[in-house]
């Protein structure tokens, strides 16, 4: 079984600053994909980021861009230029290959981004 | 991206009686949809896999007497929630994929309070 591990259960940040929120899973899988999604107050998931295990390159979206170990199963999320709107839930999730779409969550993370 | 609509979003009933929310994907054909329940600031957890045209698959501990899922269409999954109580208050979200292994797309939630 896979799991998803999030060791930060709050962050907070300053406005226009960076922050890296962890992220760690376990598997015996070697195809799987991982995902960041956000949740802001509205309770809306909204997807952030995706990378392809198979893919050495770290994914990019504007302001947000992953630290993807594979060896060590770390996947974390860097937010830079961090605005006001970036104040949300943020989850990371799992799928592999073999188990269709169903997805793996990790704990998620509450990150506040202050004025 | 795609757009999967939950409705409602919010729904106050009185004990024992059944509620049933709807999720739809309005602009692609899923053959499997998720539904996940989630507590206050908790992660989503998921309760069941709906598959078109067959029975759905229940997480452990789930009921499935309990929580009846109907996926007749490929654009509609449904969840009734059967003699709801106290205890089935809750956050409920649905998700969606447009192939294997892409992202999911979330319905916006609905936010269920049975008095």
């Known amino acids: 079984a896979q799991t998803v591990t999030q060791s930060q259960p709050e962050m907070s940040v300053q406005e226009a600053e960076t922050v890296t929120l962890s992220c760690t899973y376990d598997?015996?899988?070697?195809?799987?994909?991982l995902f960041w999604y956000k949740q802001p107050p509205s309770r809306q998931m909204i997807l952030v980021i995706r990378?392809?295990?198979?893919?050495?390159q770290n994914a990019t979206e504007n302001r947000f861009s992953v630290n993807f170990q594979k060896a060590a199963k770390s996947f974390s999320l860097k937010i830079s230029d961090s605005q006001l709107g970036d104040t949300a839930m943020y989850f990371c999730?799992?799928?592999?290959?073999?188990?269709?779409?169903?997805?793996?969550f990790g704990g998620g993370t509450r990150l506040m981004v202050k004025p | 991206g795609a757009v999967v609509s939950q409705h409602p979003s919010w729904v106050i009933c009185k004990s024992g009686t059944s509620v049933k929310i709807e999720c739809r994907s309005l602009?692609?054909?899923?053959?499997?949809m998720f539904w996940y329940r989630q507590f206050p600031k908790q992660s989503l957890m998921l309760m069941a896999t709906?598959?078109?045209?067959?029975?759905?698959?229940?997480e452990q501990g789930v009921e499935k007497d309990k929580f009846l899922i109907n996926h007749a269409s490929l654009t509609l999954s449904t969840l009734t929630v059967t003699s709801a109580h106290p205890e089935d208050s809750s956050f409920y979200i649905c998700?969606?994929?447009?192939?294997?292994?892409?992202?999911?797309?979330f319905g916006q939630g609905t936010r269920l309070t049975v008095v």
């Open positions: 998700s969606a994929s447009q192939g294997l292994n892409t992202e999911a797309f």
């Open positions: 598997t015996s899988e070697n195809n799987y994909y």
């Open positions: 990378q392809e295990a198979y893919k050495q």
């Open positions: 999730a799992f799928i592999n290959n073999n188990a269709g779409n169903m997805l793996t």
């Open positions: 602009d692609f054909q899923a053959t499997t």
């Open positions: 709906s598959n078109e045209g067959s029975k759905a698959t229940y």
